[in-house]
């Protein structure tokens, strides 16, 4: 029931783009993703809701497939501040229960 | 506008000693989550309060852990005894009506010796 991400880690240089996944074997009701740092909290990026919705801002947006039951996060032009684990945390079923269910996270590090 | 509030930050204790942690979610916010985070891993549920009900607590392993939310504002979480396998990341999170997004505070880190 926990969703997979993929890849685990990722290493970039400043300015370079990646991209990390989200499956689930479930069926969706929304996405949401999430950006921690080392000792700190999860930072809230944004949620999308099924529907195949993109959402964006600055220069980290996200799509939702609902047909493939998978999200993806991409992050264009890497900034240093960018470094961190991302989670994906899925809520299934035909409502929002409130539910999140984390992946086990990707790690990102952008060097200079 | 504050965050969610978490104490203490750093908790080291011996196996068998009781625990308690502490949360003050946003003002506001009526929904309250308490999660336990393994090194390494995403976040898991553990219980979840609507005002003061605790309306999912179905991961919440009941033999040792106990929480309480009884004016439907601050809430504790509690584990009594602790065990070896409970050092983690005890992570609390709100959110307010009509959105999903949960916030979440800086954690308790446990360390159980």
């Known amino acids: 029931q926990q969703p997979v991400q993929s890849p685990q880690a990722v290493i970039l240089r400043e300015g370079e783009d990646a991209v990390i996944n989200c499956s689930s074997s479930?069926?969706?009701?929304?996405v949401h993703w999430y950006r921690q740092k080392h000792g700190e909290a999860p930072v809230f990026l944004m949620i999308l809701l099924k529907g195949g919705e993109q959402k964006g801002h600055d220069k980290i947006s996200a799509s939702f497939n609902e047909k493939k039951q998978q999200s993806s996060l991409y992050l264009t032009a890497s900034q240093l501040s960018y470094s961190g684990t991302y989670f994906c945390?899925?809520?299934?079923?035909?409502?929002?229960?409130?539910?999140?269910?984390f992946g086990q996270g990707t790690t990102l590090q952008v060097k200079p | 506008e504050a965050g969610v509030v978490q104490s203490p930050r750093y908790k080291i204790i011996e196996k068998k000693q009781p625990v308690a942690f502490w949360c003050n979610p946003i003002?506001?916010?009526?929904?309250l989550y308490w999660y336990r985070q393994n090194l390494g891993q995403g976040p898991e549920l553990l219980i979840r309060?609507?005002?003061?009900?605790?309306?999912?607590d179905s991961q919440l392993p009941k033999d040792r852990f106990s929480a309480e939310r009884l004016k439907g504002v601050d809430s504790t979480l509690k584990i009594q005894p602790a065990e070896l396998g409970d050092s983690a990341v005890y992570l609390c999170?709100?959110?307010?009506?009509?959105?999903?997004?949960?916030?979440f505070g800086p954690g308790t880190r446990l360390t159980v010796l």
């Open positions: 003002s506001g916010h009526n929904t």
């Open positions: 309060y609507e005002n003061e009900e605790a309306v999912d």
């Open positions: 999170a709100s959110n307010g009506r009509n959105t999903d997004t949960q916030y």
């Open positions: 945390g899925t809520v299934h079923g035909s409502g929002n229960t409130g539910k999140l269910i």
């Open positions: 479930k069926a969706l009701y929304s």
